[in-house]
Nanobody, 121 residues
Framework: QVELVESGGGLVQVGDSLRLSCAFS??????????MGWFRQAPGKEREFVAS????????EYADPVKGRFTISRDNGKNTVYLQMNSLKPEDAAVYYC????????????WGQGTQVTVSS
């Protein structure tokens, strides 16, 4: 009953920036009741956590490889979560997924289809 749609991926050069967006759509559930996260998966590797943001955007968390370069944010009026990616590196290349976690749940339950980020070497 929740659809998450990522957008904004593309092909960039080392050092470039991208902003990913994830739109939350549901007739049953309310976006502001969900913590949101970004994950990524490179070919042949496991999916890894990138960043998360709490219900009202008050607390953000980041994986070590992206700290200082990526910023997660959300607009509850637009039902959208963003990932601003700066100073991109080749190792950032992956399919990026957004996910939603109900505020009293331990696991992310809803996932998007992913958007591809490619960084030239």
């Amino acid at each position: 009953q929740v659809e998450l749609v990522e957008s904004g991926g593309g092909l960039v050069q080392v050092g470039d920036s991208l902003r990913l967006s994830c739109a939350f759509s549901s007739s049953q559930y309310t976006f502001r009741n969900y913590h949101m996260g970004w994950f990524r998966q490179a070919p042949g590797k496991e999916r890894e956590f990138v960043a998360s943001i709490t219900l009202n955007g008050g607390m953000n968390e980041y994986a070590d490889p992206v700290k200082g370069r990526f910023t997660i944010s959300r607009d509850n009026g637009k039902n959208t979560v963003y990932l601003q990616m700066n100073s991109l590196k080749p190792e950032d290349a992956a399919v990026y997924y957004c996910a939603a976690r109900y505020y009293i749940a331990n696991d992310y339950h809803f996932w998007g289809q992913g958007t591809q980020v490619t960084v030239s070497s």
